[in-house]
C-alpha cells in the first residue's frame, strides 16, 4: 500500500514561487507515475501534471505549461511540483498521486493512491 504526504503549501503572494513535495513510503516512485491535482472551492479536481515511470518524462496541462513543473528524486523517493509565478487562480488544494498504469493522465479515477492534500493560497 502506497502512502503519500505533501508538504509544502502556503499562503504567498501573486508572483511568488512554491515547491510542493510529496514523499512516497511503501512504494517506489520511479516505478509509479505520479501526478498532482488541485482543487479550488466549488470546483472540479483538475489535473497538473505527472511523471511517467521510465525516463521520467512529464506531462502537463495546458493551463499550468510554463510555470508548473514536476520532478522526481528517486533517492528521496519524493515528487516536487516546483509552481512559479503564481496567480491567485492557483489557489487550491494540491494533492499527489500515484498510479502504476494508467491511459489518461488527466482523469483522476485512474489513480490509485492520493495524498491528503495540501493548501495553496495565493494573494494578489
Known amino acids: 500500500q502506497v502512502q503519500l504526504v505533501e508538504s509544502g503549501g502556503g499562503l504567498v503572494q501573486a508572483g511568488t514561487s512554491l515547491r510542493l513535495s510529496c514523499a512516497a513510503s511503501?512504494?517506489?516512485?520511479?516505478?509509479?507515475?505520479m501526478g498532482w491535482f488541485r482543487q479550488a472551492p466549488g470546483k472540479e479536481r483538475e489535473f497538473v501534471g505527472a511523471?511517467?515511470?521510465?525516463?521520467?518524462?512529464?506531462v502537463s496541462a495546458d493551463s499550468v505549461k510554463g510555470r508548473l513543473s514536476i520532478s522526481r528524486d528517486n533517492v528521496k523517493n519524493t515528487v516536487y511540483l516546483q509552481m512559479n509565478s503564481l496567480k491567485p487562480e492557483d489557489t487550491a488544494v494540491y494533492y499527489c498521486?500515484?498510479?502504476?498504469?494508467?491511459?489518461?493522465?488527466?482523469?483522476?479515477?485512474?489513480?490509485?493512491?492520493w495524498g491528503q492534500g495540501t493548501q495553496v493560497t495565493v494573494s494578489s
Open positions: 498521486v500515484a498510479t502504476q498504469f494508467t491511459q489518461d493522465y488527466s482523469d483522476p479515477t485512474l489513480y490509485d493512491y
Open positions: 511503501g512504494g517506489t516512485v520511479s516505478t509509479y507515475i
Open positions: 511523471i511517467r515511470k521510465s525516463g521520467g518524462r512529464t
